[in-house]
T-cell receptor, first 114, second 109 residues
Framework: NAGVMQNPRHLVRRRGQEARLRCSPM?????VYWYRQLPEEGLKFMVY????????ESGMPKERFSAEFPKEGPSILRIQQVVRGDSAAYFC????????????FGPGTRLTVT | AQRVTQPEKLLSVFKGAPVELKCNYS??????LFWYVQYSRQRLQLLLR??SRESIKGFTADLNKGETSFHLKKPFAQEEDSAMYYC???????????FGTGTSLTVIP
């Protein structure tokens, strides 16, 4: 089991461009969480998804941010019209089911907006 | 509202000395508490969870509901314990995880 995979590991975007961050959960895991870590801050919950469903997106900014976890393929965190304040490390985690709350983290994607 | 508070951003101890990383939480109901660790150039990984009541790498953490704390302790720190430690809380339905801001532990040889 390769663990949670995230790509790209580093992403540079100019202001106004779109950023797409991908997360492949561990094999057999159907729950995905996205977090953002701003410089000098802890991990902030963004969204929790199961296959084809958004369960909780209360931590996601209302505009420009969206997430999906399709039936096939990785989970995608999409940021439209990026701004400098979006520069951060974005982490994905997966867990096997709702009764087991420990999460397995990916290596993160570091987004830099120039 | 801040759910998880880790008051120490940085903590340094000498090798062999006891270490305690503080964590306080705020949550109504029965949360599940975790400690995660991130070693240099590695991904974040689960260290221990309160319901398993186990000791991992010599670390233990006791949930104190009266003080709403979940401090991480180790009687004799080792150099390889140097890492970033995060306390985390999960609500009863597992929908959300709340992480503290982390404590960077340095064990001085």
């Amino acid at each position: 089991n390769a663990g949670v995979m995230q790509n790209p590991r580093h992403l540079v975007r100019r202001r106004g461009q779109e950023a797409r961050l991908r997360c492949s959960p561990m094999k057999g895991h159907s729950h995905v969480y996205w977090y953002r870590q701003l410089p000098e801050e802890g991990l902030k919950f963004m969204v929790y998804l199961q296959k084809e469903n958004i369960i909780d997106e209360s931590g996601m900014p209302k505009e420009r941010f969206s997430a999906e976890f399709p039936k096939e393929g990785p989970s995608i965190l999409r940021i439209q019209q990026v701004v400098r304040g979006d520069s951060a490390a974005y982490f994905c985690a997966s867990s096997p089911d709702i009764t087991r709350h420990e999460q397995y983290f990916g290596p993160g994607t570091r987004l830099t907006v120039t | 509202a801040q759910r998880v508070t880790q008051p120490e951003k940085l903590l340094s101890v000498f090798k062999g000395a006891p270490v305690e990383l503080k964590c306080n939480y705020s949550y109504s109901g029965s949360p599940e508490l975790f400690w995660y660790v991130q070693y240099s150039r590695q991904r974040l990984q689960l260290l221990l969870r309160h319901i398993s009541r186990e000791s991992i790498k010599g670390f233990t953490a006791d949930l104190n509901k009266g003080e709403t704390s979940f401090h991480l302790k180790k009687p004799f720190a080792q150099e390889e314990d140097s890492a970033m430690y995060y306390c985390a809380l999960s609500g009863h339905n597992g929908n959300q995880f709340y992480f503290g801001t982390g404590t960077s532990l340095t064990v001085i040889p």
